[in-house]
């Protein structure tokens, strides 16, 4: 299994508190990626990583924004939660964009009540 | 802009049974990769199977067999002899050279298998 950690994995806030979800990883791979999965969706990608310091958006990156100062830590930040991001997010790795294989962690369960 | 269209929202079969998953993607690029994960009930993702563009060669893999066709710009997965511990959501995706980062994946197929 790839060394991947993500905390919290289950966490309830209220609308409008900041919320930070952290991944972390064993693999001193180069990308980090975070998406959301939702019923009906599949997983989104809402930002991902290719190196400390250098991030970029995915397909639904409002309302998030992520830092990463560190190879092995990769940090996603709701500013200001609200219901709709009330989610599943997985944190997932890869040695490289396209053909490496991502890897997942567990998963992180979000309410935002 | 890549896609990736998973049709069946939902199968449901009875063990023994074979069944296939359909994936079609859509794509400009000439060089991509096309994956299929697999989400059992118990919420983890794992990795299944990733075959390059340049690789038409079906793979089979025990009960599991993927057949890769560029000139329908289909992946599909086949499950033989299904059992209910192949019940679970899975998903295809879909990554381009040239937009290498952002994976496309579909909205998942959930397969329930009953004895």
């Known amino acids: 299994d790839a060394g991947i950690t993500q905390s919290p994995r289950h966490k309830v806030t209220e609308t409008g508190t900041p919320v930070t979800l952290r991944c972390h990883q064993t693999e001193n791979h180069r990308y980090m990626y975070w998406y959301r999965q939702d019923p009906g969706h599949g997983l989104r990608l809402i930002h991902y990583?290719?190196?400390?310091?250098?991030?970029d958006k995915g397909e639904v990156s409002d309302g998030y924004s992520v830092s990463r100062s560190k190879t092995e830590d990769f940090l996603l930040t709701l500013e200001s939660a609200t219901s709709s991001q009330t989610s599943v997010y997985f944190c997932?790795?890869?040695?490289?964009?396209?053909?490496?294989?991502?890897?997942f962690g567990e998963g992180s369960w979000l309410t935002v009540v | 802009a890549q896609k990736v269209t998973q049709a069946q929202t939902e199968i449901s079969v009875v063990e023994k049974e074979d069944v296939t998953l359909d994936c079609v993607y859509e794509?400009?690029?000439?060089?991509?990769?096309l994956f299929w994960y697999k989400q059992p009930p118990s919420g983890e993702l794992v990795f299944l199977i990733r075959?390059?563009?340049?690789?038409?060669q079906n793979e089979i893999s025990g009960r599991y067999s993927w057949n890769f066709q560029k000139s329908t710009s289909s992946f599909n997965f086949t499950i033989t002899a299904s059992q209910v511990v192949d019940s679970a959501v899975y998903f295809c995706a879909l990554s381009e050279f040239t937009n290498a980062g952002k994976s496309t994946f579909g909205d998942g197929t959930t397969l329930t298998v009953k004895p």
């Open positions: 794509t400009r690029d000439t060089t991509y990769y």
């Open positions: 997932a790795i890869s040695e490289s964009a396209g053909r490496n294989t991502i890897y």
């Open positions: 990583s290719y190196g400390v310091k250098d991030t």
């Open positions: 075959r390059n563009s340049f690789d038409e």
